[in-house]
């Protein structure tokens, strides 16, 4: 079993930085992409930002320019760098991994914006 682990989200002020991390407990094999979703209390679970085997990536809109999602393959890890934070960001924030059958997902971080 397949256990995502996040970390690194908290309380920031509007205009702060935060760096979320996310660590599966044992190798993944045949990955067809990584991301991070969020959800806010009474929305649904949203795309954040997604990044394929091959590096290609995507963005929400509401996100672009101001976060940037990574991966390291050595370690099974996807990261996400969220400059430039508003309060409309604040959500739990779930990693998940894309195999051709499955799709893992972390337990989620809360990521707290205060204005």
């Known amino acids: 079993q397949v256990q995502l682990v996040e970390s690194g989200g908290g309380l920031v002020q509007a205009g702060g930085s935060l760096r979320l991390s996310c660590a599966a407990s044992r190798t993944i094999f045949s990955i067809n992409a990584m991301g991070w979703y969020r959800q806010a209390p009474g929305n649904q679970r949203e795309l954040v930002a997604r990044i394929t085997s091959g590096g290609s990536t995507n963005y929400a809109d509401s996100v672009k320019g101001r976060f940037t999602i990574s991966r390291d393959n050595t370690k099974n890890t996807v990261y996400l760098q969220m400059n430039s934070l508003k309060p409309e960001d604040t959500a739990v924030y779930y990693c998940?991994?894309?195999?051709?059958?499955?799709?893992?997902w972390g337990q989620g971080t809360q990521v707290t914006v205060s204005s």
């Open positions: 998940n991994v894309e195999r051709a059958i499955v799709t893992y």
